[in-house]
T-cell receptor, first 112, second 114 residues
Framework: NAGVTQTPKFQVLKTGQSMTLQCAQDMNHNSMYWYRQDPGMGLRLIYYSASEGTTDKGEVPNGYNVSRLNKREFSLRLESAAPSQTSVYFC???????????FGSGTRLTVV | AQSVTQPDIHITVSEGASLELRCNYSYGATPYLFWYVQSPGQGLQLLLKYFSGDTLVQGIKGFEAEFKRSQSSFNLRKPSVHWSDAAEYFCAVGAGTSYDKVIFGPGTSLSVIP
């Protein structure tokens, strides 16, 4: 019962480098989400995908891109990392908006 | 726009004492409301959810929450706190045209004194 799997768990980047955060779910959920968590600010939605083949911007999309590769996988890409993107990133999935989310364990990203 | 406020940034209670965490929301339509818990270094786990019907909902780990439309509140309660309940608690409201986005509050950090 893997649920939502995120890789990597930790990453340090230099300013300007690029990277992709991977997320996969094995629950046959339709919707997937990327959030970032910063102290005192709760979770803020970066992008989401309500169904396979669709993606939409959330609250803080600037500096990020996403790909819904198939129903299982939803990746988040930082094209040119900035120190302001230092954060903990969470992927989540849900069957419907009413069902609540299942979260991954997070990726702690530091940009120096 | 939808929003969620949690007035208490940090709460400390003694083990065995009762607990109430406050949550207020702003949403024009009928809200879908959630409480999540995050243990240190972990992802978030769903505690309970409210959509309609009985305004008192039961969740996992002995938690319950009461929806009060007149006060736009959805407070989380537990009659007797255990040391293992020390964590960060997030209230959230379902948003979007099909409630497929969730807006999270800033969180309340709970410490438990043995």
């Amino acid at each position: 019962n893997a649920g939502v799997t995120q890789t990597p768990k930790f990453q340090v980047l230099k300013t300007g480098q690029s990277m992709t955060l991977q997320c996969a779910q094995d629950m046959n959920h339709n919707s997937m989400y990327w959030y970032r968590q910063d102290p005192g600010m709760g979770l803020r939605l970066i992008y989401y995908s309500a169904s396979e083949g669709t993606t939409d911007k959330g609250e803080v999309p600037n500096g990020y891109n996403v790909s819904r590769l198939n129903k299982r996988e939803f990746s988040l890409r930082l094209e040119s990392a900035a120190p302001s993107q230092t954060s903990v990133y969470f992927c989540a999935s849900s069957a419907t908006g009413k069902s609540g989310y299942t979260f991954g364990s997070g990726t702690r990203l530091t940009v120096v | 726009a939808q929003s969620v406020t949690q007035p208490d940034i940090h709460i400390t209670v003694s083990e065995g004492a009762s607990l109430e965490l406050r949550c207020n929301y702003s949403y024009g339509a009928t809200p879908y409301l959630f409480w999540y818990v995050q243990s240190p270094g972990q992802g978030l786990q769903l505690l309970l959810k409210y959509f309609s019907g009985d305004t008192l909902v039961q969740g996992i780990k002995g938690f319950e929450a009461e929806f009060k439309r007149s006060q736009s509140s959805f407070n989380l309660r537990k009659p007797s706190v255990h040391w293992s309940d020390a964590a960060e608690y997030f209230c959230a409201v379902g948003a979007g045209t099909s409630y497929d986005k969730v807006i999270f509050g800033p969180g309340t950090s709970l410490s438990v004194i043995p």
